[in-house]
């Protein structure tokens, strides 16, 4: 494997040293263990995941009641904690500040959360592994089983990673959650703050509906606005999430 080091992250030239070259390789307790901190998984009254840190020891504990891919986020992101702002001790992390989508925030639980996202889905083995694929929820869903993360983080990887015009929302009954966008997605194009009525979308957030639909060609004003979206095309794919959004991926079709 051909790696320019001085184009690595920091949690990528970690994993870089302990000699990773395949998902496979990333063992988050071993590197915590290797690191001076003991990981925990057990049931936490009023937080996901914690660090109690001691010189140069700590205890982490994560949430054994979470999903694996939120239990194996939340690690990576005390990890990050013990890495990078060990002097500052205890960190209780609640389930809003640990997770893939709050990655930019300039805040202590952002940079944790980006280096967190960087430990699981490693842009120098994520890269080689989505070329030639495109940004849909199936090739997020390899992804996540490839990198053993959730399909919410998968996803996010894959749209910010991809070249093309593409979106990733995600929508509660109420409106847009948060939003990510590909870096060549049109700075002056919108994601709807409403699920549109004629969407299979707006049949799982507000029927019985779940699971996923196939990625579908739509009319692009159904989700973005912005100048003559009325004209274009999009391909969607949607997802019914565990805590009952929705998640869809949008890429542009021309
Ligand atoms: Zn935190």
New binding site residues.
Partial sequence: MNIDRRQLSPAEQLLWGYGVTDPSHIDLVAIANDKGAEVKFRPLGGCE?R?VARGDSAIISVSSTSSQGRQRFSLA??L??WICDRDRGV????KE??GPQNSEAKS??GH??NYASQLILPTYLVDPWLKGRRANLDVANQLSKEFSCSLTAAAIKLVKQYSAPACLACHSNRGLVWHQRSLSFPSDFYVVGQVHHDTAAFEMLFGVGGGITRPKAEPANRWISGPQTYRLEVIAQTVKLPDSTVLTMISLNR
Avoid at 91 to 94: I, N, R
């Fill in positions: 995941a660090l992101h005390e990050a904690h960190f209780l992390c609640a500040d640990i202590v639980e944790a959360n």
